[in-house]
């Protein structure tokens, strides 16, 4: 195994493990998009992190508004799930691989986060959250390099240090930033509808404050409500100036299974742009 690189650790599950068939799989998803493209420069997305099957078609509707755009570099930024590797984390290796190919770490960008911050380097990660984003980068985008940042702690109020730093690091550069995140987990389809609408409304406000104030609440359960958080206050301080969310649903949506107990999770996708 070549150190310099990240493995896939979720190709063939999460996703389809050969390459063509990924391939396909994502440009299905795109003929499948519906809406016009937003109009305005699109600087940031939000995505769900579940398998394909159950949020590809909802996270295309975001990366077909980026199909055969460039950027100088594209900001991954996602939850951790499973490792307690720190506040802040990303990767001391060179290269993200997939079954579409490797993409190139944008390690200068990563060492100056880590010259302003404590942002723990890795060597290997297996967390879903970030690689789900990448074939779909792959395919809107062909070539890119990546800035991927795990966030381990939940404090929608704590994460000024990094959105300062990414603010002053990326304001010179043509970028893309990406919050991976699913919407609530909840043991009821009504339950998850009713609390992703007032997710979905607070970002379409696109008020800071009101949308921390949503992802604050004790009863939420949106894994990536830090990365939401972080992506909109820096997209803001580049310049912003609206949120248009492009498409809602849940599991059971996608699966029929709506009973009262059944383990639901919401799926947003949505599109950050610069009239």
């Known amino acids: 195994m070549d150190p310099s690189i990240r493995p896939s650790t979720i190709s063939g599950t999460w996703y389809p493990g050969d390459g063509k068939q990924l391939r396909n799989a994502i440009e299905t998803y795109f003929s499948k998009v519906d809406i016009p493209p937003v109009k305005g420069e699109v600087m940031a997305l939000i995505s769900p992190h579940a398998g394909y099957y159950y949020s590809g078609q909802v996270a295309a509707y975001g990366y077909k508004q980026i199909v055969g755009k460039t950027y100088d570099v594209v900001v991954v930024v996602s939850p951790l799930h499973r490792m307690a590797a720190g506040a802040y984390v990303s990767t001391h290796v060179s290269f993200y691989q997939t079954p579409l190919g490797n993409i190139p770490v944008a390690e200068k960008l990563v060492d100056r986060i880590s010259q302003k911050?404590?942002?723990?380097?890795?060597?290997?990660?297996?967390?879903?959250?970030?690689?789900?984003?990448?074939?779909?980068?792959?395919?809107?985008?062909?070539?890119?390099?990546?800035?991927?940042?795990?966030?381990?702690?939940?404090?929608?109020?704590?994460?000024?240090?990094?959105?300062?730093?990414?603010?002053?690091?990326?304001?010179?550069?043509?970028?893309?930033?990406?919050?991976?995140?699913?919407?609530?987990?909840?043991?009821?389809?009504?339950?998850?509808?009713?609390?992703?609408?007032?997710?979905?409304?607070?970002?379409?406000?696109?008020?800071?404050?009101?949308?921390?104030?949503?992802?604050?609440?004790?009863?939420?359960?949106?894994?990536?409500?830090?990365?939401?958080?972080i992506i909109v206050d820096v997209a803001q301080k580049l310049g912003a100036n609206k949120l248009v969310v492009l498409r809602q649903t849940n599991s059971g949506d996608v699966t029929g299974e709506k009973s009262s107990g059944e383990y639901t999770v919401g799926y947003l996708s949505a599109v950050l742009v610069r009239d």
């Not at 607070?202 to 008020?207: D, G, V």
């Open 117 to 229: 911050i404590d942002l723990k380097r890795i060597s290997m990660d297996n967390e879903h959250s970030l690689e789900i984003q990448l074939p779909f980068l792959q395919v809107a985008l062909k070539s890119f390099s990546l800035l991927p940042v795990m966030i381990g702690h939940g404090d929608v109020y704590g994460c000024t240090e990094l959105v300062e730093v990414l603010v002053d690091i990326l304001k010179s550069k043509k970028c893309l930033l990406v919050a991976s995140s699913d919407l609530h987990h909840i043991d009821r389809y009504d339950e998850v509808v009713k609390k992703d609408q007032a997710v979905a409304e607070a970002l379409s406000n696109f008020q800071l404050e009101g949308i921390q104030e949503v992802l604050s609440r004790p009863d939420c359960s949106v894994c990536g409500r830090v990365p939401i958080t």
